[in-house]
T-cell receptor, first 118, second 113 residues
């Protein structure tokens, strides 16, 4: 069985603060993929990043950075100098290649609601 | 580049009626998916398709029917809508291959009265 846990249901910060969104996953597969998606108030789901299980390099993209640690089964997402436009629901997701379907299985966490106040 | 579109964006229907939600993608992605998003349940997979004429059930397929006669289209039909099917429905697509992420449409908000 696989599982994604985003323990932080809601986070509220003031603009320019740094914020980290936690994601912990469980899987017995040795090959898997991790994703982060953003769902702004407009409702669409926007892909942010993909990371495979063999690549533990951290990644930085502008104000966004991701920390992947296999030892703790975590794939945390940090927003530096947050802005009001960062307000959204953020989902972490895990894809494994087992699961009984040709696509494997994609499991989403429950999401973290981030509110950035001006 | 339109990407992936869904129609209608909003729909109100009555219990027992048949309703079809449309999904169209312009990327020629092999895989397409339908999810529903509900408070407390997150995103749940309804059906997916690996290619034209190949579809398979996801986590919550009961009450839904899909077809995929063309690579770019993946309609979802609620045969006899129930109130429990009130939800936001997302279509997604992905390239073939294990590494690729899914790209989502804008969603359809369906209300069954």
């Amino acid at each position: 069985a696989q599982k994604v846990t985003q323990a932080q249901t809601e986070i509220s910060v003031v603009e320019k603060e740094d914020v980290t969104l936690d994601c912990v996953y469980e899987t017995r597969d040795t090959t898997y993929y991790l994703f982060w998606y953003k769902q702004p108030p407009s409702g669409e789901l926007v892909f942010l990043i993909r990371r495979n299980s063999f690549d533990e390099q951290n990644e930085i993209s502008g104000r966004y950075s991701w920390n992947f640690q296999k030892s703790t089964s975590s794939f945390n997402f940090t927003i530096t100098a947050s802005q009001v436009v960062d307000s959204a629901v953020y989902f972490c997701a895990l894809r494994t290649l087992s699961g009984g379907t040709s696509y494997g299985k994609l499991t989403f966490g429950q999401g973290t609601i981030l509110t950035v106040h001006p | 580049d339109a990407g992936i579109t869904q129609s209608p964006r909003y729909k109100i229907t009555e219990t027992g009626r048949q309703v079809t939600l449309m999904c169209h993608q312009t990327w020629s992605h092999s895989y397409m998916f339908w999810y529903r998003q509900d408070l407390g349940h997150g995103l749940r997979l309804i059906y997916y398709s690996a290619a034209a004429d190949i579809t398979d059930k996801g986590e919550v397929p009961d009450g839904y029917v899909v077809s995929r006669s063309k690579t770019e289209n993946f309609p979802l039909t609620l045969e006899s809508a129930t109130r429990s099917q009130t939800s936001v429905y997302f279509c997604a697509s992905s390239k073939s291959g294990s590494v690729y992420e899914q790209y989502f449409g804008p969603g359809t908000r369906l209300t069954v009265t």
